[in-house]
């Protein structure tokens, strides 16, 4: 018996419809058919253990005097909201080492009193988490007012 042979009595019927049950909507019937994730959170969980962690940086003293040069001149300009590019360690506490994230922004304050940078946008950053500063020479001014 081939394959259309055995369904040969019932292949010409309609589709049943129930009475007592209506149709799923498409859109749930899609759904039924979506990925399922058995373990919450599991692909998050390995994204950070495979993510690459380092440690920080010791700089050097005369790394640590550039450092405050650069500091005390963009210091003398802060009024004009310099530009500035910032590599600096973003340390990770449960993993136990961290990152090196680079920042640009608008310089807005140095808190020597708190040891750290304040961007304009709100970005706050700590002055031991620094590894370079530099002041980009494209927007260091803000425009004149008319």
């Not at 253990?49 to 210091?75: C, F, G, H, N, Y």
Request: hydrophobic share 40%; net charge negative; no cysteine.
């Amino acid at each position: 018996m081939t394959k259309n042979q055995t369904y040969a009595d019932i292949i010409h019927l309609p589709h049943h419809v129930s009475s007592r049950h209506p149709q799923m909507p498409r859109a749930k019937r899609a759904a039924q058919f979506a990925p399922f994730a058995a373990l919450t959170g599991y692909e998050d969980a390995l994204a950070e253990t495979t993510r690459p962690l380092v440690q920080r940086i010791e700089l050097s003293d005369d790394e640590k005097a550039r450092l405050d040069q650069r500091l005390q001149a963009l210091s003398a300009h802060i009024e004009d909201r310099p530009a500035v590019t910032i590599t600096w360690f973003q340390e990770d506490l449960a993993a136990g080492g961290g990152l090196y994230v680079t920042t640009s922004g608008q310089l807005k304050t140095i808190d020597t009193a708190h040891n750290g940078l304040l961007l304009t946008s709100g970005k706050w950053i700590s002055l031991r988490d620094i590894l370079t500063l530099s002041a980009r020479p494209d927007a260091s001014a803000r425009p004149q007012d008319d």
